[in-house]
């Protein structure tokens, strides 16, 4: 695996013999689509990325979208958790993906403590997500972001200690979606020590760079591809102790041909296709031992895919949340940590939705000429009235 350019990684689940369910194989072709968007502006560089978290995040904030933010984001997502049944299967999914050994999710929902919820999204997030939302004081935007950072620290075993940064929550901020994985999983076959040597690894930028390269020969299941373009790449399965989980590996064959190429070949039914095709065969596997770190605000990608829509506080409509006052989204951010060593994997995210009210404190400033009346309200009179064009002159 030496020729590979740069490193995208992704984990699949394979639950229940790999076969995708509907929701999981909508949900995962989701967040492959923002991956491949991410991977377009981000081809010479690593990239770290979890596509459960982001569909996650947004099918929570379905459960309180109503009119043309719903119709919004089904059209895009290809799905909607408030269509019958469609609650009950996220809640399966979860419990499946938790069942398996060294896998920890979590979702939270963190709320302003002067805002009352529509009971149909608080019923929407026990249903689906098991989720109960959580009392905070954004007017204190220092010590709500110091009670969300301590909840991903502990479902991320303090891998992700610091997730939101100074700034990232305001006094406006209503609420704010989480979601939570961690996984450390070692391999069913680990890398010997003694095998890792330092050898090149070849860069997008014809460059090459000296790393520590594990090294390993046994049997793998492996197969090689075309996409419709006609770029032809492998794969390789490295599959951990278990085998509920399994590191899939993939590559170009031709050094220069970009591995960014390949994101948008990656969907739920072509896996499928390559877990078919894949066969059992000797091979001697060099990978690199590597540490990968991404801080992703997604804001801009989601809007480049049609959902901008939900972050416009004009048009988006969450009055299923609460119709006290009028949210929309401010920011959807993703923190995601990998570790990837001879023993085994230790990988981490977390996502979450920001979500405010222009509403919340809002000035009305006097700032221009203006006109003035003094009313009796019960009579209807008026006692006064005027024009202010310039208040320091009498």
Not at 42 to 48: E, Q
Not at 70 to 97: V, Y
Not at 351 to 365: G, L, N
């Amino acid at each position: 695996m030496s020729r590979m350019l740069s490193l995208y990684v992704c984990f699949f689940l394979a639950l229940s013999g790999g076969a995708f369910s509907n929701l999981q194989g909508k949900q995962t072709d989701f967040g492959m689509q923002v991956f491949s968007q991410m991977a377009l502006t981000s081809r010479d560089s690593n990239l770290a990325f979890s596509p459960y978290g982001v569909a996650t995040i947004l099918g929570m904030a379905q459960l309180g979208a109503r009119g043309q933010t719903l119709k919004t984001l089904k059209q895009k997502m290809g799905f909607s958790l408030q269509e019958r049944g469609m609650a009950r299967q996220q809640r399966l999914l979860q419990r499946d993906i938790a069942s398996v050994e060294g896998v920890e999710l979590a979702s939270g929902v963190m709320v302003e403590r002067k805002m009352v919820l529509e009971k149909v999204f608080q019923r929407g997030l026990l249903k689906a997500f098991q989720a109960t939302p959580h009392q905070l004081d954004f007017s204190r935007p220092k010590q709500a972001l110091d009670i969300i950072n301590a909840w991903v620290s502990d479902h991320t075993a303090g891998t992700i200690s610091s997730f939101l940064s100074s700034g990232a929550l305001t006094d406006e901020t209503r609420m704010v979606l989480l979601s939570a994985i961690h996984f450390q999983g070692l391999w069913k076959m680990p890398f010997d020590l003694k095998m890792t040597q330092e050898r090149l690894f070849h860069l997008a930028n014809g460059s090459a760079v000296p790393v520590p390269m594990m090294r390993q020969t046994n049997n793998f299941r492996y197969g090689e591809f075309v996409t419709p373009e006609g770029v032809d790449y492998d794969v390789i399965e490295v599959p951990y102790e278990g085998e509920s989980l399994s590191m899939l590996v993939v590559t170009p064959f031709e050094p220069e041909t970009p591995v960014s190429t390949l994101a948008s070949e990656i969907t739920s039914r072509r896996v499928q296709e390559w877990r078919q095709e894949m066969k059992s065969v000797k091979r001697q596997l060099a990978l690199p031992r590597f540490t990968l770190e991404s801080d992703l605000d997604l804001k801009d990608i989601l809007t480049r895919m049609g959902l901008g829509y939900l972050f416009n506080p004009a048009k988006a409509d969450f009055t299923r949340i609460t119709t006290d006052e009028r949210l929309s989204l401010s920011k959807v951010l993703q923190k995601v940590k990998i570790e990837v060593n001879e023993k085994g994997t230790k990988g981490s995210a977390a996502t979450a939705a920001v979500m405010f009210s222009r509403m919340a404190v809002q000035e009305i400033t006097m700032d221009r000429p203006f006109l003035f009346l003094i009313q009796h309200k019960s009579t209807g009179a008026v006692l006064f009235m005027g024009q202010v064009n310039h208040p320091e002159q009498s």
